[in-house]
């Protein structure tokens, strides 16, 4: 059981815009900025925001991040069938002294 | 270009050691850190333990240490991770990913190395 919580699924249509929530605790997202990864099926993750709200290069600016007390969120909007894939939020715990990553959400589009 | 190139998939049995790799190139291997993240089949990803190839600084997650070592050889820009005796239950993907600091955002990924253990 993972200690940053993901709702297991979300869904969209094209052209809409989804929300994806991370939720923590104080040792975690409480105090240590975010981290978003992407996966496709069969592939390895790939970074899409780092530091609670950063794009790296070449990550589309349809994808922001933000971080609020324990709770972080990612957006996806003008969502696009490509975007169809799971979506795992991370970040170090002072406590555990692990990086923790969230149960994953798997968007439908 | 920063790549991470992991070793190919093995299959081994319950009880036989195991040693996978990660190499990396296009960039100083000595000034990043080398994690390892667990992927077993349908489910989340999992940090198992990082290290530093500059000086061969090691954390291990405590759901790991003492069930892998996690090891660099800075000469030949390639991390390792390995078993002493496997068990069914490490059949999984195994990435390796690079950090500017432990703890930190995992910014390139190697391919993953598929490992099967069965009898």
């Known amino acids: 059981q993972s200690v940053l919580t993901q709702a297991p699924s979300a869904s969209g249509t094209p052209g809409q815009k989804v929300t994806i929530s991370c939720s923590g605790g104080?040792?975690?997202?409480?105090?240590?900025?975010v981290n978003w990864y992407q996966q496709f099926p069969g592939a390895a993750p790939k970074l899409l925001i780092y530091?609670?709200?950063q794009r790296p290069s070449g990550v589309p600016d349809r994808f922001s991040g933000s971080k609020s007390g324990t709770s972080a969120s990612l957006a996806i909007s003008g969502l696009q069938s490509e975007d169809e894939a799971d979506y795992y939020c991370?970040?170090?715990?002072?406590?555990?002294?692990?990086?923790?990553f969230g149960g994953g959400t798997k968007l439908s589009v | 270009e920063v790549q991470l190139v992991q070793s190919g998939a093995e299959v081994k049995k319950p009880g036989e050691s195991l040693k996978i790799s990660c190499k990396g190139s296009?960039?100083?291997?000595?000034?990043?850190?080398i994690g390892w993240v667990r992927q077993m089949p349908g489910k989340g990803l999992e940090w198992m333990g990082i290290?530093?190839?500059?000086?061969?600084?090691?954390r291990y997650s405590p759901s790991f240490r003492g069930q892998v070592t996690i090891s660099a050889d800075k000469s030949i820009n390639t991390a390792y991770l390995q078993w002493s005796s496997l068990k069914a239950s490490d059949t999984a993907m195994y990435y390796c990913?690079?950090?500017?600091?432990?703890?930190?955002?995992?910014?390139?990924w190697g391919q993953g190395t598929l490992v099967t253990v069965s009898s």
């Open positions: 990913a690079r950090s500017a600091y432990s703890g930190h955002e995992a910014d390139y």
């Open positions: 296009g960039y100083s291997f000595t000034t990043y850190w």
């Open positions: 290290i530093y190839p500059g000086d061969s600084d090691t």
């Open positions: 104080t040792s975690n997202l409480g105090n240590n900025p």
């Open positions: 530091r609670s709200n």
């Open positions: 991370a970040a170090w715990d002072d406590s555990l002294n692990v990086v923790l």
